[in-house]
């Protein structure tokens, strides 16, 4: 029997009245966006909206409670967002969809920060099931411009440090969650590849937690998938959601971790999934890998749930923890 899990992977929408307030307190301009110093009302509806949404998971009963990353205007580009070491530019498109980011363009040594550890300290007061959420190393390497290391696989390591130094900074965590999309959307070329596993080990080992490293919008290529297998992490995602035949695939061609992630309710979209369908999916999941064994599946939106109203982004969340509720599921 596969123990199930309700959780999400983070970055969530503001409440309809955080968002209208923050509009007027701050404005839309790129200008007007988080620099990691905002204080006064803004962060006071910050710091309100958080809890919000941290006992709304409470609430419904979500297995892993999220802060849900509310003040990251720049999506998984966040963390570097707000460093000193780091200038925002132009925007770019995020990814090959209708949202957009500041490049964060790295001048300097990427130092100690604590931006996120700070957002935890507050969102663990709150929850006795706190899950961090944080960019992994190849993505956010990936969605940044290096202007200061010079070289490719230095600043790999650089961002690797960098996160490292953030997770160790964090309070006591049940599960860390690293999104890497880039190794869907820019998979790394031979021997990148076997360095971004290494990037993802160190960043895992950073934290006393089980670690989900969670590649989305698709399917990883073979090689990088089983990379990413020989990495220290606890489960590995999979977007169901997006490509089912290649992650269906890589489970059976190479095998899985013990644990694993499954991407089965679309966090870009407003169809409803009620928690019966997410049952179903998770058996017909099990049905066509039946050489797996899943000890535990963390059951989640296949990506950031931040593009969603926050109606249809509630709803999602109580599917998913009604699902996780029916504990005998069976390959």
Known sequence: MTELVATSPGLFPLPDWAKDRLSDLKGHQKHDLISGDEGGEIAETYERARSEVVDLQNEIGLDLVSEGQLRWDDML??????????????????????????DPVVTDDLTFDGDIAAELDAAAEETDSLQAVLPGPYSLAD??????????????????????????????VETLFLLEPSLVENPPEDGVDEHASEAIDAVANAVDADVVAHPYWGALDEKVYAHLLDADVDAVGFDFVANQDENLYNI???GATDDVALGLVNGQNT???DAD???????????????????????????????????????????????????????
Not at 82 to 93: K, L, P
């Open 77 to 102: 580009a966040h963390p570097l967002a707000v460093h000193d070491s780091v200038e925002t530019r132009g925007i770019v498109r995020y990814y090959d969809n209708n949202n957009f980011y500041r």
């Open 143 to 172: 969605l940044a411009t290096d202007e200061h290391y010079g070289d490719e696989a230095e600043f790999l390591d650089a961002v690797t440090d960098f996160l490292v130094g953030e997770a160790e900074a964090f309070p006591d």
């Open 271 to 273: 169809l409803m999934e």
């Open 252 to 254: 059976n061609e190479y």
């Open 277 to 331: 369908a997410v049952r179903e999916r998770v058996e017909w999941v099990q049905e066509q890998t039946p050489a797996a064994d899943f000890e535990k599946a963390y059951l989640t939106a296949n990506t950031e749930l931040f593009y969603l109203p926050y109606s249809e982004f509630e709803q999602k969340l109580r599917a998913l923890a009604e699902a996780a509720s029916a504990q005998e599921v069976k390959a």
